[in-house]
Each structure stands twice: as C-alpha cells, then as structure tokens.
C-alpha cells in the first residue's frame, strides 16, 4: 500500500511542472504593400504630334499583402513629353486615384489587379530623342 500512494505522489508533481503561464500581445494596425508595374512604362517609337500611343506594358497595381483599403495617387509626373501626355484610362495621370478595396474573403481581405489603360500623347513640337520621366505615388489607407 505505502507503495502506491508514493506513486501516486510522484505523478502529481509531473503534472504541476507542466503547467507555465504565457503572455500574449497584438499590435492592431494597417499593413499596405503595393507593388506597381512595370518597373519603367515604355512606349517604344513614338511620331511627333500623335495621341493615345499604347505603353508596351500597361501600369498595374497589386495590394496583395496589405489588410485595409488602399489609395495609391499620382502625385507627381515629370518630364516631357509625360508631365503633359501621359494618360491612365484616358486622363491626365497626376492627380489620379487608384482605389484597391480590401474584399474580405474569411478574415482576409482579397484585392483584384487593377490594370490602367497606359497612352501617351506626344505633342508636333517633340525632336527626335530618348526622353525620361518619373512617375511619383502616394500609398494611403483609403478612406471610404
């Protein structure tokens, strides 16, 4: 009998020494991750004085990876011939907005590639030449 109840004791501290108290923490906030393409729009040969001259790549814009709405802008376009013709679904591309809605599939959100329509207008006053630009974006939570 005294056999027994030592056993038993013994397996009780087992188990006592198996139990640990663990801390948890969260960090509740927005994650955005956008990726833009192409990494340079290029129009191949383009003639003076032409309009909706088609970018060999369109500009497409990924917000796979981030967890709320997603409002990219085109803040800024430099360099001519683009400051003046470079057009996304047929508009001047500064001052655009590009909304990328968070669809909630379970407790994801899911995005849909949003693709624009890249033209470029090149006005009859251009010269024969290679001319570079720069499109700049600004990468908000969209608020809707």
């Known amino acids: 009998m005294k056999k027994l109840v030592l056993v038993f004791l013994v397996m009780m501290s087992l188990l006592s020494l ?12 927005q994650d955005i991750t956008v990726v833009i393409n192409p990494t340079t729009v290029n129009f191949g040969s383009v003639l003076p004085d032409t309009n909706a001259n088609g970018a060999v790549e369109d500009v497409s814009f990924d917000a796979t990876g ?3 709405d997603v409002n990219v802008e085109v803040t800024t376009v430099s360099g001519e011939p683009f400051t003046s013709g ?5 508009t001047l591309a500064q001052g655009q907005d590009i909304l990328l809605p968070c669809v909630l599939s ?3 959100c899911t995005y849909v590639l949003e693709i624009v329509d890249t033209t470029l207008d090149v006005p009859d ?7 570079p630009g720069t499109i ?3 990468i908000t939570e969209a608020v809707v």
Do not use: C, E
Request: proline share 0%; net charge neutral.
């Open 125 to 131: 006053t251009f010269k024969k030449g290679v001319y």
């Open 86 to 90: 470079l057009k996304f679904d047929g």
């Open 106 to 108: 379970g407790d994801l």
């Open 136 to 138: 700049t974006y600004t």
């Open 18 to 29: 198996l139990a640990a108290d663990q801390g948890i923490t969260v960090t509740v906030g």
């Open 66 to 68: 981030s967890n709320v």
